[in-house]
C-alpha cells in the first residue's frame, strides 16, 4: 500500500511531462505535414545501384 504513495505522483509526473511533450511538438508544428514522410520512402532520389556502378566505372576511365 505504501507503494502508491510513490507511483501515483510518479505517473501525474509522467502525465505532465507527456502533455508538455505533445503540446510542445504541435507548437513547433511537428504535425503539420502527415502525407509527405510516408511518401518519401517511395521517391526516386538516387540512382538504381547498375547506373551508378556504370557511371563510376565512367569516372575513372575518364580519370586515367
Known sequence: MNILVL???LSLLFLVGAG???FWAV???QFDDM???RL???ADVNPPAHAQASSDAEQ???KT
Request: proline content about 17%.
Open 7 to 9: 507511483l501515483i505522483p
Open 20 to 22: 508538455i511533450a505533445f
Open 27 to 29: 507548437d513547433h508544428d
Open 35 to 37: 502525407e509527405t514522410p
Open 40 to 42: 518519401m520512402p517511395l
Open 60 to 62: 575513372t576511365d575518364e
